[in-house]
Every structure is written in C-alpha cells, then in structure tokens.
C-alpha cells in the first residue's frame, strides 16, 4: 500500500488574501471537497499578531491537511498527505483563484509504507 503527499508552495499572494481566515477556509473546503477527504473534525486555526499569517490544519481519516501563509513574504505553503494513492488537483489555478498566486511549486511523494 502506499499514500501520496503533495507540498505546495505559493508566491505572489496578496498579502490580504493569506491574512484573511475565510479565504483560507474556502481553499480549504474547495480540496476537501474536490479530492472526497474526509474531515474528522473541524479545521483549526492560528493567527500570528505580528505578521497576520496563518497555520492552519485539518485531520482527515486520509491523514491531513496544513497550510502556514506568510503575508509579510507574499507566499504560502500547502501540505497534503493522503495514506492511499489518488490523483491530485490543478494546484496552481486553484492556488491562482482562491490565494491570487502569480506562482505555485509543486512536489509530489508517494509514500511507500511496506518495504517487504
């Protein structure tokens, strides 16, 4: 068996757009709900006074979801780890639309748990 883990990373973000909690709630439904994750609760968040970015994290039943934005550096990162193998998404126009990012890097992992 093995599971996928995707780690995004975003440039040229408005810096109102990674400050603003339900921005980040959106991009968050939006992969939940376009990959069939399963939430086992609601998603937790944490804003830092001193810049307004966010760390964000979300416990599926497929493992998790976590973002850590930096608005002061106009960039973000994304986290997505799945325990089984499932395609991914269009990350950068998702990233582009929801988080206005000018440029997105992705890296892709299948994780191999049995090595049997």
Not at 18 to 26: K, W
Not at 71 to 94: H, I, K
Request: charged fraction near 20%; proline fraction near 6%.
């Amino acid at each position: 068996m093995t599971g996928i883990e995707w780690l995004i990373e975003t440039f040229g973000s408005p810096e109102t757009a990674l400050r603003s909690e339900t921005s980040l709630r959106i991009l968050f439904e939006s992969i939940v709900t376009d990959m069939g994750l399963k939430p086992v609760g609601p998603p937790v968040w944490h804003q830092f006074p001193d810049t307004g970015g966010f760390t964000g994290i979300w416990l599926l039943q497929e493992s998790h979801l976590t973002i850590h934005t930096f608005p002061e550096f106009r960039s973000a990162c994304l986290n997505v780890f799945c325990c089984s193998t499932r395609p991914g998404l269009d990350w950068q126009t998702r990233l582009h639309v929801l988080l206005g990012a000018t440029e997105v890097q992705v890296r892709e992992f299948h994780r191999l748990y049995d090595r049997r």
